[in-house]
């Protein structure tokens, strides 16, 4: 009973914190629609290879997985084959999300993006997390299977979590990396596509987004938000510790997206795409069936 207790209590400072940080953060809102042409346009850019149709304020800032670049020179401004693409749309803080697979293009991607926006619909902030062949569990084409066939529609608005439970369900999944006792509220189902490994393949029906603990306590940083409640959605563009091997002990990890579907204060499904400094982040192809462990990494996540 008591730990019944100190899980409500966790769940619910979550939820005032997550308020708080919006309260604190939000921008002016934007216009939905305002917000679906600019990802439209972002998508049409990148298969097209010019960052020039995209309408960049003045002293706008772009990144690739962490490092400000000019986008003349990043993946924008190569044509890519575009075989998917999901976006979603927050209008509180001005900014939008898309997950973008180029499975079939000669050289594959998965891009994971956020831009933020002027009210007058421009970029005031574009930043990429681009994995391809070598970064973790990589694999478009199994990412573009599992992904085109989930379920990511419309909420009716009776049913719509508020914006503050969808953070808390999304900070408590990254928070128990840190700390197992805090508890994940996992619906069921729920299905984690990391890379290539699909968890969803074992049990379509149950929940397969359970883990067991890292082999040591992760606090995850630098997290950046992007919440839609229409479709229970959002992203947490972050750092990942522990999971590369090739950083030293003391960075604070590799760049890492999350992309959670909440229904009901649930977990539906979770994307999540790792960049590594070195091959396959330094611990080899992860063996077995998808969502198996890497060797030495029991049951967390980059294996779970």
């Known amino acids: 009973m008591r730990r ?19 309260a604190s953060n939000a921008r002016a809102e934007c216009s939905r629609k305002m917000l679906q042409k600019l990802t439209e346009t972002y998508v049409k850019a990148q298969t097209a290879g010019k960052p020039t149709m995209l309408p960049f304020a003045a002293k706008a800032s772009y990144a690739e ?18 075989d998917f693409t999901r976006s979603f749309y927050d209008t509180t803080q ?37 994995t391809h062949e070598g970064d973790w569990a ?6 573009l299977r599992y992904t085109q066939a989930e379920k990511w529609d419309e909420i009716p608005k009776d049913k719509r979590d508020t914006r503050a439970v969808i953070q808390a369900v999304a900070d408590a999944y990254l928070d128990n990396w840190g700390d197992p006792t805090i508890k994940v509220p996992h619906g069921t189902p729920c299905a984690r596509l990391e890379g290539r490994m699909y968890t969803g393949t074992r049990n379509p029906e149950g929940n ?9 306590k992760l606090k995850v940083s630098q997290r950046r938000y992007v919440i839609d409640e229409t479709i229970g959605a959002v992203d947490i563009f972050s ?16 760049p890492t997206s999350n992309q959670f579907r909440v229904e009901g204060g649930m977990t539906r499904y979770i994307h999540e795409v790792t960049v590594c400094t070195t091959p396959k982040c330094g611990r080899g192809r992860p063996p077995g069936a998808p969502g198996s462990a890497p060797a030495g990494a029991g049951s967390a996540p980059g294996g779970k």
């Not at 999300?97 to 000669?106: C, K, R, S, W």
């Not at 991607?109 to 619909?121: F, L």
């Not at 990589?138 to 990412?143: D, I, K, L, M, V």
């Open 4 to 22: 019944e207790k100190v899980t409500v209590a966790i769940m619910f400072c979550s939820i005032v914190l997550a308020g708080a940080a919006f």
């Open 65 to 82: 997985n962490d490092k400000v670049k000019d986008v003349a020179e990043g993946v924008l401004a190569a044509p890519l084959t575009v």
């Open 94 to 130: 001005c900014a939008t999300f898309t997950e973008l697979v180029g499975a079939t293009d000669p050289r594959p991607y998965v891009i994971h993006t956020r831009m933020e926006a002027t009210k007058n619909g421009k970029v005031s902030k574009l930043e990429s997390r681009v």
């Open 138 to 143: 990589f694999g478009a084409a199994e990412h």
């Open 208 to 216: 397969t987004c359970n883990m067991g603990a890292f082999p040591q």
């Open 239 to 254: 750092d990942f510790p522990w999971i590369d091997a090739g950083l030293p002990p003391d960075q604070p990890g590799t």
